[in-house]
Nanobody
């Protein structure tokens, strides 16, 4: 069984920073793309940033220059460094990864349960 567990969310003032982490655990054989999504109240879930196994990255226009996605393949972990946060960044942030489990089979998308980021003074 494979799990993705996020951490690092919380309350931060406008202009502040946070770093989110997401670790894959369980019967992980390999991981390809990893990504962060977010869902604000009353809005659809949207892609924030993605990173390939080789380290290529992609960002939503709204976070370019402020957020940085990175990964540690040895730890099966993806990070999201968020700077210059504004109230518009308030959302539940979800980790997503395409994972091949031990024992064979095809790669499958997995989701974490989310971590809440609140930007408020």
């Amino acid at each position: 069984q494979v799990q993705l567990v996020e951490s690092g969310g919380g309350l931060v003032q406008p202009g502040g920073s946070l770093r989110l982490s997401c670790a894959a655990s369980g019967s992980v054989f390999s991981i390809s793309d990893m990504a962060w999504y977010r869902q604000a109240p009353g809005k659809q879930r949207e892609l924030v940033a993605a990173i390939t196994s080789g380290g290529s990255t992609n960002y939503a226009d709204s976070v370019k220059g402020r957020f940085t996605i990175s990964r540690d393949n040895a730890k099966n972990t993806v990070y999201l460094r968020m700077n210059s946060l504004s109230p518009g960044d308030t959302a539940v942030y979800y980790c997503n990864a395409e994972i091949w489990a031990r024992g064979g089979g095809l790669g499958m998308p997995y989701w974490g349960k989310g971590t809440l980021v609140t930007v408020s003074s």
